[in-house]
């Protein structure tokens, strides 16, 4: 298996556009995590999944976040708009359950100008 | 707010035995204690996981107390290739929120 999946892996755009990040989780994992990373807060769960249903969502920061997993195999995460404090690295993680060890993608690092 | 809590850093040098600590003392009931390992421009990696008393794999060991309230991670003769970030991560409260410690920054010196 190639792993957790993670696109793009850099993104640079300018405050008020759209960002979307995607991420196909390891084939066979039951749970799917989005975190994001910066030096001030750390790593932050932003939403978890298992079996496409997210199951906890108070680490989104506000209603400009959103995820959906659609699908077993794919999972977005959508910042509209973006805002300069949202620049951070975004990692997708999977685990076979949500107790399991996590299986991290390389991140998407984002840049809102 | 349940937290989780590290060693910012620790310095130490080739061949010793590190050992960090991290501090949880609302850990949910019936949740692992994970340790993870980071290095820079890379997404974290597994390195253990344990419940209660001991674990041991081929890379580190995990030692928890039995009113779990804190964790141990203990990396056996270190080498300049373990210098990285260490985090715990944790499952706190009735909720079970997944929370991840702070993060200590390990330097090994030759």
């Known amino acids: 298996d190639a792993g957790v999946i993670q696109s793009p892996r850099h993104e640079v755009t300018e405050m008020g556009q759209e960002v979307t990040l995607r991420c196909k989780p390891i084939?066979?994992?039951?749970?799917l995590f989005w975190y994001r990373q910066t030096m001030m807060r750390g790593l932050e769960l932003l939403i978890y999944?298992?079996?496409?249903?997210?199951?906890?969502d108070s680490g989104m920061p506000e209603d400009r976040f959103s995820a959906k997993m659609p699908n077993a195999s794919f999972s977005t995460l959508k910042i509209q708009p973006s805002e300069p404090r949202d620049s951070a690295v975004y990692f997708c993680?999977?685990?076979?359950?949500?107790?399991?060890?996590?299986?991290f993608g390389p991140g998407t690092r984002l840049t809102v100008l | 707010l349940a937290k989780t809590t590290q060693p910012i850093s620790m310095d130490s040098y080739e061949g010793q035995e590190v050992n960090i600590t991290c501090s949880h003392n609302?850990?949910?009931?019936?949740?692992?204690i994970t340790w993870y390992q980071q290095f820079p421009s890379q997404g974290p990696r597994f390195i253990i996981q344990?419940?209660?008393t001991k674990v041991t794999n081929e890379v580190a060991s995990l030692f928890i107390p039995a009113d779990r309230k804190s964790s141990t991670l203990s990396l056996p003769r270190v080498s300049l290739s373990d210098t990285a970030v260490y985090y715990c991560?944790?499952?706190?409260?009735?909720?079970?929120?997944?929370?991840f410690g702070s993060g200590t920054r390990l330097l090994v010196r030759p």
């Open positions: 993680a999977s685990s076979y359950t949500s107790y399991n060890e996590q299986f």
């Open positions: 084939s066979g994992h039951n749970s």
């Open positions: 999944f298992n079996n496409n249903v997210p199951i906890d």
């Open positions: 609302n850990i949910a009931t019936n949740d692992y």
């Open positions: 344990g419940y209660k």
């Open positions: 991560l944790v499952g706190v409260g009735s909720s079970y929120k997944l929370i």
